[in-house]
């Protein structure tokens, strides 16, 4: 730690972390918001298009309590309970409608709350502020927290223990694979006996780096994810012990502890006997009310749950912000959210926060790369940013329908 | 039907009368009756647009009828909906064998059975351990199940991957799954090859020697004639005649429905 001091006193470096620190916050923050969407849509199949509302909720209870003097952590339940009521007021009014008609209804439902927050007056203490003023000045987490040795190093440790069960996720994808090899090497050996006894040769020395080749490459990307999981970890190492010169390191443990239980609680319902019963409402909802399943309430279950987890999203986005105007919650959110799973793979949590992560990382190399490459002027360049971002996502589905870690063999199959 | 002839035998597991249901002008069921006895295989036949399915729909609730009553073990089931009625033991097959394709076979099994604790949210949360047990169990009986229609080396595969027949089986043994009192059989040997066909009788008649009652839609006659204790024809979406299937067989209106005049 002694030249780790030296390090972090040079201002360029700070700044380094700092933005690396905040970059982790908002991929936290957007990880967790999509997550909500990908229990919503990935597993139970339900379109919806007004994510954004529940974040908005969830932003606005939370600071609207917490100024008046509410502790944050129930501020922050009260906000993802609010959200939560949402999505069982949407359930109750829609969910007797075809899905399409879902869609439509909830963006609808989202523009009509940022046009609520923006036109009317918010009740703040003392004086009611109109909202487009938008709300500045509440109270955020950890600021007036100096943390002793001990806390410090408790916090890393827990960040710690985060990041060790991530390189532990990415360890046992990487040894996966081998039943994935098989798998290739079976399909091979059937090709192979259709094939000329002259040209075998030529194919067997193709079937060596094809069947190996799924293997080499987790190994290659495994290795270069844990690389980049290292970048922030250290930054946040860093953040944590130099806590009083970073005004993120805080929010963004908190953000990083959030997602991983949430993910981890989610990972549990997705593989249990619940969220069997959502696969299967997504899959033919008629055969899951066949077999006895209350649709309708499994449904309503869905979108608070989605909702609630975009609600405590809306509340840590408040806080990293440090104040909150109805703009920021556009429709445009929504479907960032709705790229993000798609890139990293419908249903898949782990995928989900990939997708949050790729465009993230996207988002801030194209701000300070384009600018040097393409000749254009700020307005058309970020316009240009989400176009390349279409682009993008149109060659993956072509190249990769299923997203970045959704499975292959789920789109061949025959309903 | 006449009362007289309620009491001269046991009380049916599932008894309609007067269904009716119009879609537009169309009288898809009109003012049909049906009795399942406890125990039995009963069938239901009559030729395409017949109503058959309609009725297959109103009895499990999955279409409102206009009119008519269902009683089903004892008490009246029509005002429930259609997942309760499954879980009064009513439990209905598709005639387009519906298998939820991304999931696995095993676990298209293991959703059938009823009333599980790991199916609350909260339960989930808090009694984890309980949890894994049930599913142990339910892991142990859907295998038994599905040994006993050959697709044990299916378990692990996605639904999705099945054949047509498999599908049917898996249907048919995911019904079975939910311990159901009746299970309504939409066309079980539509799309099947005759070898897979004399499987999924045999499969019915075991299953019907060890208690359970079965409704059967069918157009295959070879199939409704070594299964069935009784026999329902319908036409136009009206009753035509009941009766065992020697009698039905050969009875002039049935051959009529089916051949014209």
Known sequence: ?415 | MEPKDLNSQPIPLLSASGLTKTFGGIKAVDNADLEVAQGSITGLIGPNGAGKTTLFNLLSNFIRPDRGWVIFDGAPVQHLLPYQIALQGMVRTFQVARTLSRLTVLENMMLGAQKQDGENFWRLQFQPWAIAKEQQILREQAMTLLESVGLVHMAHEYAGALSGGQRKLLEMARALMTQPKLILLDEPAAGVNPKLIEHICDRVMTWNREGMTFLIIEHNMDVIMSLCDRVWVMAEGRNLVHGTPEEVQHHPQVLEAYLGK
Do not use: H
């Not at chain 1, 972090?8 to 990880?31: E, K």
């Not at chain 1, 995928?351 to 988002?363: K, P, Q």
């Not at chain 1, 058309?380 to 997203?403: E, H, K, Y």
């Open chain 1, 1 to 415: 730690m002694l030249d780790l001091n030296a390090l972090t006193n040079d201002p360029a470096i700070i700044g380094w972390i700092a933005y690396i620190l905040f970059l982790t916050v908002s991929t936290a923050i957007f990880a967790l918001f999509s997550l909500g969407l990908n229990l919503q849509w990935g597993l139970t199949g339900l379109i919806n298009f007004g994510l954004v509302a529940f974040m908005t909720l969830g932003a606005y209870t939370t600071v609207l309590l917490s100024m008046y003097g509410i502790p944050l952590v129930v501020a922050t339940l009260a906000g993802a309970l609010v959200a939560a009521l949402l999505g069982w007021l949407i359930g109750l009014s829609t969910l007797r409608l075809r899905e399409d008609y879902l869609a439509i209804v909830t963006i609808g439902v989202s523009e009509l709350i940022r046009l609520i927050v923006n036109n009317q007056d918010l009740p703040t203490p003392n004086t009611p502020t109109p909202g487009a003023f938008g709300l500045q000045g509440y109270p955020l987490p950890l600021t007036d927290f100096n943390p002793n040795a001990l806390m410090k190093w408790i916090a890393i440790a827990l960040l710690t223990l985060v990041v060790g069960a991530c390189y532990w996720k990415l360890g046992k994808w990487v040894v996966k694979s081998r039943r994935g090899r098989f798998v290739e090497y079976s399909r091979e050996k059937t090709n192979n006996s259709e094939v000329k006894p002259a040209r075998t040769k030529v194919k067997s020395q193709k079937s060596f780096v094809t069947r190996y080749s799924p293997l080499v490459l987790r190994i290659i990307v495994g290795i270069i994810a844990m690389l980049l999981i290292f970048i922030p970890y250290a930054a946040g190492v860093i953040g944590l012990y130099n806590f009083t010169d970073y005004e993120k390191a805080g929010l963004m443990l908190i953000s990083v502890l959030v997602l991983a239980v949430v993910v981890w609680r989610l990972e549990v319902l997705a593989r249990s006997p619940w969220g069997r019963v959502l696969k299967a409402i997504r899959e033919d909802e008629e055969v899951a009310r066949a077999l006895g399943k209350n649709v309708f309430w499994y449904k309503l279950q869905a979108l608070m749950l989605g909702g609630a987890i975009a609600g405590v999203s809306g509340a840590l986005y408040a806080w990293q912000q440090t104040s909150v105007y109805p703009n920021d919650f556009q429709p445009q959110t929504t479907f960032d959210a709705w790229i993000m799973v798609i890139l990293g793979g419908a249903g898949n949590n782990f995928g989900t926060i990939l997708g949050a992560v790729v465009f993230f990382a996207y988002d801030s190399a194209t701000r300070f790369i384009l600018p040097k490459i393409v000749p254009l002027d700020d307005v058309r360049l970020s316009a240009f940013r989400i176009m390349v971002i279409g682009l993008l996502l149109m060659v993956l589905m072509i190249w990769r329908p299923q997203g970045i870690l959704g499975k292959k063999e789920e789109l061949t199959l025959g309903k």
